[in-house]
T-cell receptor, first 114, second 112 residues
């Protein structure tokens, strides 16, 4: 069964600290993996997209990693800011010739405190 | 400037009523989607339209009926609303089914 699981479910950190969010998936065949940021009361916004051959991709203070062998991804946030407080959602796409369906994780709720 | 817009932002109604949510995108995208996000924050796709044609129709009660009058609009009509329909409904669009999706701000539906 195609599934995406994220951990931790929620996380509280102090402003300026780093943190890492995890995403494990069982989706097959794999096409790509996206990390979205969803601010409270808003729609998700794409942060990064990674394909099978990519190991690392950065977007400012956000760095995503992908290990296609172990089917794991992480999102590392450096020097956190109050505005990083949001839900971070990992989304994996099934390969297009198998429907291209998007499988969503349940998200990690990050709270950055001053 | 809004790329994907939805109306209304909030919708409070009683069980049994019929309501519609509207979505418009000004990105020139060919594909539009409706998602439901429940209280546990899981996003589940409901429908997807490509060039006004339905291409994804997940297991959704037939009380939910999408309508796409043109490529820039995808509306969602819900008949006989039930308590379990309470959720946040997100519209999204993408250039093609393979590209990044851009989400609207969501419509918060509360059925009393």
């Amino acid at each position: 069964k195609n599934q995406v699981e994220q951990s931790p479910q929620s996380l509280i950190i102090l402003e300026g600290k780093n943190c890492t969010l995890q995403c494990n998936y069982t989706v097959s065949p794999f096409s790509n993996l996206r990390w979205y940021k969803q601010d409270t009361g808003r729609g998700p916004v794409s942060l990064t997209i990674m394909t099978f051959s990519e190991n690392t991709k950065s977007n400012g203070r956000y760095t995503a990693t992908l290990d296609a062998d172990t089917k794991q991804s992480s999102l590392h946030i450096t020097a956190s800011q109050l505005s990083d407080s949001a839900s971070y959602i990992c989304v994996v796409r099934v390969f297009y010739n198998q429907g291209g369906k998007l499988i969503f994780g349940q998200g990690t709720e990050l709270s950055v405190k001053p | 400037d809004t790329a994907v817009s939805q109306t209304p932002k909030y919708l409070v109604t009683q069980m049994g009523n019929d309501k519609s949510i509207k979505c418009e995108q000004n990105l020139g995208h060919d594909t539009m989607y409706w998602y439901k996000q429940d209280s546990k924050k899981f996003l589940k796709i409901m429908f997807s339209y490509n060039n006004k044609e339905l291409i994804i129709n997940e297991t959704v009660p037939n009380r939910f009926s999408p309508k796409s009058p043109d490529k820039a609009h995808l509306n969602l009509h819900i008949n006989s609303l039930e308590l379990g329909d309470s959720a946040v409904y997100f519209c999204a669009s993408s250039q093609t089914v393979r590209e990044t999706q851009y989400f609207g701000p969501g419509t918060r539906l509360l059925v009393l």
